[in-house]
């Protein structure tokens, strides 16, 4: 005789399932097959699987939590098993991109890739990826735009100029403006259970934290005597990397638990000068990788809140990298020459990545992919193997610039991707910069 356990109990037991079980679980039985439908524990499945995930309830739509799950999954082995073959190839002009749909998911109803350009002609534009088309564009803008952010759940653009350093937000006409005294060197838009902030690194040192839209200053914060470059939010969003490229700058991590005018920010100084890549480790709470340098060398540093991990010196036969990223399970991946090099914190080399026909100029790497644009501007795309095994990198495809005018001056500056679409910016020198997409033919 067959017994049927409380579903209380049968959600425990079912949570222990992968999700081949746990689609296989909902076949047994009738009674069965609605534990195994719940939400629960296929919100808990897509957590698990993309811990970095940004999404809510809201994302979701008229999906499930099990529809969105299979949604993505099917998304990444299409791009995983994609070809060149399999791409549509495309060129528009831009100098700076970002996805308006969110670079890891498209959840729209119509799973289209939105992404947010800005011309050589001082305008604003997005651009529905997939039918090729404009959706707005904003008035050509007195000063040329030297930064741009996105906050793909508001569906917001944050830019910033040189004149006047306004901040535009979103759609034809601006949501709102905010003029700084300070140029603007760095941008980092992010959602808190607080709100959405906005916080800017400007050319004296300074860190300003804005809301989000309405770009009111709530705080500012001198951390260094010259600009900061890199600002980066955690991943819990409680805590923000900052650091300038000037030689004998230290980084420092401040602590962004409910800015205000009247608190001073606690805040942590990182004894590592001259570092010029620093990556929040997705997995691991409030640990950030370092790349720094140390005389002519390169050094790694994994570092949890004040408190050094690990640190290794790069190999002497690995020429000193400008290009790191992190992986979700905190493997180091650095370029050199022709090759990529995998590493675990404490310095273990786990793989050498080879087929690069010409020197990698530029890596972008998230949970799920890696980039590598060569000097020939083709780009290397790869995927990160699941279970943390050997091979850790599975490579997908190699995607050539087909463009006329590719001079030894031409490089790839920025490279991002979704599970839909590939866009790199191909800078040339004395010329306007081409966007070239490649986008999955599904």
Not at 44 to 58: D, I
Not at 101 to 124: A, H, N, P, Y
Not at 282 to 298: A, C, D, Q, V
Request: net charge negative.
């Amino acid at each position: 005789m067959e017994i049927e356990l409380p579903d209380v109990p049968l959600v425990k037991i079912f949570s222990y399932l992968d999700a081949l079980s746990l689609l296989q679980a909902s076949q047994v039985s009738k009674v069965k097959a609605p534990v195994a439908e719940s939400d629960l524990l296929w919100r808990r499945m897509c957590l698990k699987k993309w811990h970095f995930c940004n999404f809510t309830y809201e994302h979701l739509g008229t999906q499930t939590w099990k529809q969105l799950f299979l949604h993505q999954t099917k998304q990444e082995h299409r791009m995983a098993c994609a070809q060149p073959e399999d791409f549509i190839y495309k060129e528009a002009a831009g100098n700076l991109v970002a996805y308006v749909s969110g670079s890891r998911f498209t959840l729209d109803e119509q799973g289209k890739s939105i992404i947010c350009i800005v011309s050589s002609m001082r305008k604003l534009y997005t651009w529905d990826v997939q039918e090729g088309t404009m959706i707005w564009s904003s008035p050509v803008q007195q000063f040329n735009i030297t930064n741009l952010e996105t906050l793909p759940q508001m569906h917001l653009e944050i830019t910033a100029d040189m004149g006047e350093n306004k901040w535009n937000c979103r759609d034809r006409d601006p949501l709102a403006t905010c003029a700084m005294a300070q140029i603007c060197f760095s941008l980092n838009a992010f959602l808190t259970k607080d709100g959405p902030f906005l916080m800017v690194g400007d050319s004296d040192g300074n860190i300003h934290t804005f809301t989000i839209p309405e770009l009111r200053d709530i705080s500012e914060v001198h951390a260094f005597q010259h600009s900061i470059d890199i600002l980066h939010c955690s991943p819990d969003k409680k805590w923000v990397f900052s650091c300038g490229i000037h030689q004998h700058i230290f980084s420092k991590v401040e602590c962004l638990l409910r800015p205000s005018e009247h608190s001073t920010p606690l805040y942590f100084t990182l004894p590592f000068a001259s570092c010029n890549r620093g990556c929040w480790t997705p997995r691991r709470k409030n640990g950030i990788t370092l790349m720094y340098r140390r005389g002519l060398k390169s050094h790694s540093s994994y570092t949890k809140t004040a408190h050094q991990i690990a640190s290794f010196l790069l190999p002497v036969h690995i020429d000193s990298p400008n290009w790191m990223g992190v992986s979700d399970g905190s493997i180091i991946v650095v370029e050199s020459g022709p090759y990529l090099f995998l590493f675990t914190i404490n310095g273990l080399m786990l793989e050498r990545c080879e087929g690069h026909q010409s020197i990698i100029s530029n890596i972008w790497v998230d949970s799920l992919h890696i980039l590598a644009a060569s000097m020939d501007c083709s780009l290397h795309v790869y995927m990160w193997e699941e279970g943390g095994y050997y091979p850790y990198l599975k490579k997908c495809c190699h995607l050539e610039y087909l463009g006329n005018s590719l001079t030894p001056s031409c490089q790839v500056s920025r490279a991002i991707c979704d599970n839909m679409s590939i866009v790199r910016v191909v800078s040339r020198a004395h010329e306007s910069n081409i966007l070239v997409i490649n986008i999955l033919n599904v």
